[in-house]
């Protein structure tokens, strides 16, 4: 039976899910380890959610500690369709502002240190991913925005760093020279591992400061973030109501067979262990 339909992850500044109705939690176990936090289940705008703190309650995980996988096949055992995510970035442009929200549509891995996919232990799978979001959710994302009135911004490239850390002036002037747009740390695992659970994905980046590449702006100080945090965790939660109100019942788009000839490896070869691991997400095709 489908708990729910839609998926939300809440990045810094979001950690609870206001307007949710009949509440309850649900902690799952995964082949992967634990999630973040306990699944928040209800209903908003008469769909079924799930929200999920990726820092976890109290924000106590590192994004390198994050357990994407977990999150992600947690989503998957719910029964989610569509993740929306939402996330506190850097801006790279002087056109993206503090308390603007940018909904990307390409990524940079700076990464070093993550697990990206389900597969291996004797699996071979390469999804495509030319096109890494969701343009259904990007394009609700934007009347969302529009609807609650906070500026939105369709497209861009998001380059996902390792952290915790914040840039130095020369990564970020880097970042700038390649025409990139906002800069974070969770977004792009996300983005992967939905892709081969063929969930719907994608992000509302809410920038809270300019890294440290614009001249006359100090260097980014926790202190800084957090006094935006607030304030575009509120545009973020109404933004999020709408798109959820406005978001279309039927899935046309390819995420939803993302994986049909992604599988390599002869059925027969693959181990049982694995098998059965991945069943919830390569049973329809194996």
């Known amino acids: 039976m489908q708990k729910a339909e839609i998926g939300i992850i809440g990045g810094s500044g979001l950690y609870a899910m206001p307007g949710l109705e009949n509440i309850r939690e649900e902690r799952i176990e995964t082949p992967f380890g634990e999630p973040s936090d ?10 079924k959610v799930a929200f999920l703190a990726r820092h976890g309650r109290g924000h106590k995980l590192l994004p390198s500690e994050l357990n994407f996988r977990a999150n992600i ?18 801006s790279l442009k002087e056109e993206h502002k503090p308390t603007d929200f940018v909904m990307p549509d390409q990524f940079i891995d700076r990464t070093y240190a993550r697990i990206s996919t389900f597969f291996g232990d004797g699996i071979v799978a390469h999804v495509g991913f030319g096109d ?19 500026v939105g911004k369709s497209g861009g490239t998001y380059v996902c760093m390792e952290g915790p850390q914040f840039s130095t002036r020369a990564e970020s002037n880097l970042y700038r020279s390649w025409g990139a747009d ?50 575009n965790a509120e545009n973020a939660a109404k933004v999020v109501k709408a798109a959820v109100a406005g978001m279309p019942t039927e899935r046309t788009c390819a995420c939803a067979s993302a994986m049909k000839y992604a599988v390599l490896t002869d059925p027969k070869a693959i181990p049982a262990a694995t098998r059965e691991k991945l069943s919830l997400l390569l049973g329809k095709y194996l």
């Open 38 to 47: 306990a699944f928040v289940l209800g209903d908003l705008e008469g769909r």
């Open 182 to 231: 906002v800069i974070g740390m969770t977004n792009l695992q996300e983005a992967k591992l939905a892709r081969e659970a063929e969930i719907c994905y994608a992000t509302m980046a809410m920038v809270t400061d300019y890294d440290c590449w614009r001249e006359g702006h100090d260097d980014v100080t926790v202190d800084q973030v957090v006094a935006v945090l607030h304030q």
């Open 132 to 150: 890494p979001v969701c343009g259904t959710i990007v394009k609700t994302f934007a009347t969302a925005c529009e609807t609650v009135g906070v």
């Open 73 to 90: 096949y947690g989503m998957k055992v719910l029964g989610v369709e569509r993740i929306l995510s939402a996330s506190a970035v850097g």
